[in-house]
């Protein structure tokens, strides 16, 4: 198994409970992927339990997690595997649009990986308002920035039922410090400009600060030692 994040560790518990000797192999130095980084935040305390439990299956059914482990030719050589299973997630999904690939543009994943310092007058935007650009954008405001959140429709991650998203809806929409924008896409960005599209309009809008894209995925990790 390549990958400790959720699907992977849920398929090696399959895996073993069918009898199999399963490995797992992590890059990372702790089990979890983008379930830790969600786990991270305010909206998600529930997600650190799910871990731990997985943890405790892992050693109950004798399943080997070798973390901080590159899943490259030579390890998998080593290892000898009937059948090696991908479980490495997907990439981020950056539309082109111009000054999308500036230094002040990160996907969501590395934003809670590595997130950066905002310095006093700068705002957090965040590009997209999934369930997962909800839940930064909520954690950002919470930790006491000004944010920005874009998006293109009319509801705050849709996709999420509406037990999920209540809390983190709530705080956004009372915050002062956060702004929402409904029915606006991001069609450029320029130093600290942003160019805004809202009903067939486009504007500029100074909102220095980084750019935090939440624009789903667009194609699953399939290289053996791309995140191992």
Request: glycine share 12%; no cysteine; charged share 25%.
């Amino acid at each position: 198994m390549v990958g400790a994040g959720i699907a992977g560790l849920a398929a090696a518990r399959a895996a073993a409970l069918a009898g199999d000797d399963v490995t797992v192999l992590e890059a990372e130095a702790v089990i979890g992927g983008e379930w830790r980084l969600a786990a991270s935040l305010p909206a998600k305390p529930e997600f650190g339990r799910l871990l731990d439990w997985y943890a405790a299956e892992m050693g109950r059914l004798a399943v080997r997690v070798r973390l901080s482990t590159r899943a490259d030719d030579e390890t998998i050589a080593a290892l000898a595997p009937d059948v090696v299973v991908l479980a490495t997630g997907a990439a981020g999904l950056l539309p082109p649009i111009p000054g999308a690939t500036g230094d002040r543009v990160v996907d969501l994943r590395e934003w809670l990986r590595h997130p950066r310092p905002v310095a006093d007058g700068e705002v957090v935007t965040v590009w997209g308002a999934d369930r997962a650009g909800v839940a930064v954008a909520d954690a950002a405001a919470t930790a006491g920035h000004r944010v920005l959140l874009l998006a293109s429709g009319g509801e705050l991650a849709p996709e999420a039922g509406p037990r999920e998203k209540v809390l983190m809806v709530r705080r956004l929409t009372e915050n002062p410090a956060v702004e929402i924008r409904f029915g606006t896409t991001l069609e450029a960005i320029d130093g600290e400009r942003l160019l805004l599209g809202h009903d067939g309009r486009r504007r500029w809008l100074v909102s220095p600060g980084p750019v935090v894209v939440s624009q789903g995925t667009y194609e699953p990790v399939r290289t053996l030692n791309a995140f191992g």
